[in-house]
């Protein structure tokens, strides 16, 4: 299942046109507003090379045209189950066949209901019984519709039987004044999503659960101000991206960053040290825990409700400060304590022996050690030299891209794990 999984760039990057070569997908339009997102979808998996027919439903052509869906997919547009000229040769058995992945965007509460009670009155619905086929269903409804016991019971039911779900996600409404969980996932989400399921390559990491922290955190000093440090969250967000390119269950919980949230990887976005112990341990039992953020040490003892003025020929104001929570030590002696710990050790001096005394206090698994001092551009860089230490050995790295780090990090511990 691809739990609000979430992929904020919003451009095409020409590298990963071909992720679906050859790859036909069936895309089923169901009605709602959110179906004119589907004409953006159909040019993104295009662009990937992968082939779309599409099939639409009575309810999407009141929200866009098969005219325009064909235009944008370059072939005939599928809208009856009792077409003369489709059905001559079985037309709706072999949609259900004719394909590598069938994908519901957006997916209606009423199509949903269909799908979970194996309905078949329409050409969607009696597609999608009648497939053997994996299904990528994106939900798209109104708040209430979500949450409303019935579609939460279809939803389950749904993924009970296979069904891969992505989304939805929170944000504002079509509606005036509607806001929640309802809006479908973004087409490049989808995309990703597809290439994820569709990916053949090894997956050494199936059925593992991973924990990963990314960014800094900012503990604030009065409303405008905070405590925090230049981590910019790149290396953290690849590792969860790499764990989960090889199969793993990831859960990234990422410190205030500009960077998009990696694809295939459920985030949860927090400020402060204690908000991200608390998302981590609430997280345990894993099987993999990476601490990659780089936590404030301290916070200020008592912050101010209000912003501290600068008063003329006054001494500014002293700043109390008290010991962050050790995110690693915690997660490194937990009764839950994941099977695989890893932690980061970013030093400015005596890398090597700072990371073996990390090592041991911290109750952790491997180190990953480097120099960030302000030379070397690793903090809000694109390149990272590491060390791995371990109870036996360091292993030094060459420096590389910080998504290489990632890969070579993810493939040691699906070797460790093994």
Known sequence: MFKNKTLASGHFESGRAMELKDKRILLIISGGIAAYKSLDLIRRLRERGASVRPVMTRAAQEF?????????????????????????DV???????????????????????????????????AVLLATDLPVLVAPAMNPKMWA?????RNAETL????????????????????????????????AAAAIALLDASPKPLAGKTAIVTSGPTHEPIDPVRYIANRSSGRQGHAIA??????GADVTLVSGPVTIPDPDGVTTLHVETAAEMLEAVTSHLPADIAVMVAAVAD????????QKIKKMPGEAPAPLMLTENPDILKTVGHHEKRPRLVVGFAAETQNV????????????????????VSPQTGVMGGMRNQVKIISE????????????????RLAELIAARLA
């Open 298 to 305: 301290w916070r200020v003892a008592s912050s101010a409700d």
């Open 91 to 125: 037309g709706h058995i072999r949609l259900a066949r004719d394909a590598d992945l069938v994908i519901v965007a957006p997916a209606s509460a009423d199509l949903m209901a269909k799908m979970a009670h194996g309905m078949a009155d329409d050409l969607a619905s």
């Open 241 to 246: 991206a790499a764990l989960a390119k090889l």
């Open 64 to 88: 866009v045209t098969p005219l325009a869906v064909g235009a944008l997919s370059g072939g005939h547009v599928y809208t009856e189950i009792f077409s003369r000229e489709d059905e001559q």
């Open 352 to 371: 090597e022996e700072n990371g073996r005394s990390k090592l041991q206090r911290k109750g952790a698994d491997l180190i990953v050690a480097n120099d």
């Open 392 to 407: 036996t050995a360091i292993d030094a790295w060459p420096d590389l891209g910080k998504d290489e780090v990632a890969m």
């Open 159 to 190: 993924k009970a039987d296979g069904i891969h779900v992505i989304g939805p996600m929170v944000g504002e409404m079509a509606e005036s004044n509607e806001a929640g969980a309802g809006r479908m996932a973004e087409p490049l989400q989808i």
């Open 148 to 152: 409303a016991p019935p579609t939460k």
